[in-house]
């Protein structure tokens, strides 16, 4: 097997081993009808000149280190604002999970991608505020033939600032961080450690399971895992 560090590198070996494992590790569905619906899209690129943010090196030339899309919620939105979160949002009516995570990206930091960019899924997550979350993965593949990585433009109404975190950030030792149960509840809370900061499920939820079972090759479940208080809103 490959080194962890080995797999981090972004290459077309780490985007078929995570394309066979997604393939290979069933996914959990919900299928309730009475929850609203959403997909969110867990894009791997270049980590470029770094992630921007306290915790985190700068390079001063273009990295070729896997990373991953995370955006700030824009501070005017009514739900969930100011939160990290995964580039996504709710399903349209008549609309696959599929191309709502890739429409949403496109809306939200226009970058535009084909269904062939989309690695696999993995497990549903229903949140405290009454959705049912779709994670895909989602590689932004642009090559030398297709030039360079395209910048991206967040779309200041709905994102704050947009961030290219390294993979290598999900296996550290002290990730995820794992807090008791809510008073009167039973489930642990999740939370994911990056750089200085932290984010809290469910985009740690979507986190957590990735590293567990495309970097690591576990078939990890999250979805018992709760969510901190704040973001029940």
């Given at each position: 097997?490959?080194?962890?560090?080995?797999l981090v590198q972004?290459?077309?070996?780490?985007?078929?081993?995570?394309?066979?494992?997604?393939?290979?590790?069933?996914?959990?569905?919900?299928?309730?009808?009475?929850?609203?619906?959403?997909?969110?899209?867990?894009?791997l690129?270049?980590?470029?000149?770094?992630?921007?943010?306290?915790?985190?090196?700068?390079?001063?030339?273009?990295?070729?280190?896997?990373?991953?899309?995370?955006?700030?919620?824009?501070?005017?939105?009514?739900?969930?604002?100011?939160q990290?979160a995964?580039?996504?949002?709710?399903?349209?009516?008549?609309?696959?999970?599929?191309?709502?995570?890739?429409?949403?990206?496109?809306?939200?930091?226009?970058?535009?991608l084909?269904?062939?960019?989309?690695?696999?899924?993995?497990?549903?997550?229903?949140?405290?505020?009454?959705?049912?979350?779709?994670?895909?993965?989602?590689?932004?593949?642009?090559?030398?033939?297709?030039?360079?990585?395209p910048?991206?433009?967040?779309?200041?109404?709905?994102?704050?600032s947009?961030?290219?975190?390294?993979?290598s950030?999900?296996?550290?030792?002290?990730a995820?961080?794992?807090?008791?149960?809510?008073e009167?509840?039973?489930q642990?809370?999740?939370?994911?450690?990056?750089?200085?900061?932290?984010?809290?499920?469910?985009?740690?939820?979507?986190?957590?399971?990735?590293?567990?079972?495309?970097?690591?090759?576990?078939?990890?479940?999250?979805?018992?895992?709760?969510?901190?208080?704040f973001?029940?809103?």
């Amino acid at each position: 097997m490959k080194s962890l560090a080995t797999l981090v590198q972004r290459n077309h070996g780490l985007r078929l081993s995570i394309q066979q494992r997604l393939q290979d590790t069933p996914v959990q569905s919900v299928a309730s009808t009475n929850l609203r619906r959403a997909a969110v899209a867990l894009v791997l690129v270049d980590a470029g000149f770094g992630a921007e943010l306290p915790g985190f090196a700068q390079h001063a030339s273009w990295s070729d280190e896997a990373a991953f899309l995370l955006t700030r919620r824009a501070t005017t939105l009514t739900s969930h604002a100011g939160q990290w979160a995964l580039p996504g949002g709710r399903i349209d009516a008549g609309e696959t999970a599929v191309a709502a995570a890739l429409r949403e990206l496109h809306e939200e930091l226009g970058l535009q991608l084909p269904p062939a960019s989309v690695l696999g899924r993995l497990d549903d997550y229903t949140t405290r505020s009454g959705y049912v979350i779709t994670p895909f993965v989602v590689w932004a593949d642009f090559g030398t033939e297709s030039g360079p990585e395209p910048a991206l433009r967040p779309d200041p109404a709905e994102v704050a600032s947009a961030h290219r975190i390294p993979l290598s950030e999900l296996l550290r030792a002290d990730a995820p961080l794992i807090d008791p149960p809510h008073e009167g509840h039973s489930q642990p809370v999740l939370r994911m450690p990056l750089g200085d900061h932290w984010v809290a499920a469910p985009t740690a939820a979507v986190l957590h399971q990735f590293c567990e079972w495309c970097l690591h090759g576990r078939s990890t479940r999250v979805a018992h895992f709760d969510q901190p208080r704040f973001t029940w809103r």
